[in-house]
């Protein structure tokens, strides 16, 4: 038997012990935490994004799809944004 083959067999899975799938939801109290760090550290970005992703509860891949285009109107940034699907 080659070498290789056996090696395979012999690795551990990347994920043996973790937790996968679903995660349970963030707790009011974890989200305030987030928040405050954020807004220490002045990362203005990573606030509204994380404040997007909990008003509007979109995946990070749409998220990070976002233009400001979606969320403004000429110059204007919008008070509420409707999410579509």
């Known amino acids: 038997m080659?070498?290789?083959t056996n090696s395979h067999r012999d690795k551990?899975?990347?994920n043996k012990g973790k937790l996968v799938g679903q995660k349970p939801p963030l707790k009011l109290k974890e989200i305030w935490a987030i928040r405050i760090r954020l807004q220490i550290a002045n990362?203005?970005?990573?606030l509204a994004?994380?404040?997007l992703a909990i008003d509007s509860k979109l995946?990070?891949?749409d998220l990070v799809k976002?233009?400001?285009?979606?969320v403004s109107h000429?110059?204007?940034?919008a008070k509420r944004a409707m999410?579509?699907?």
């Open 2 to 4: 080659d070498q290789s």
């Open 12 to 14: 551990e899975p990347w």
């Open 43 to 46: 990362r203005v970005r990573d």
């Open 49 to 51: 994004l994380f404040n």
């Open 59 to 61: 995946r990070a891949c």
């Open 66 to 70: 976002l233009r400001v285009r979606d």
């Open 74 to 77: 000429g110059d204007r940034i």
């Open 83 to 85: 999410v579509m699907q």
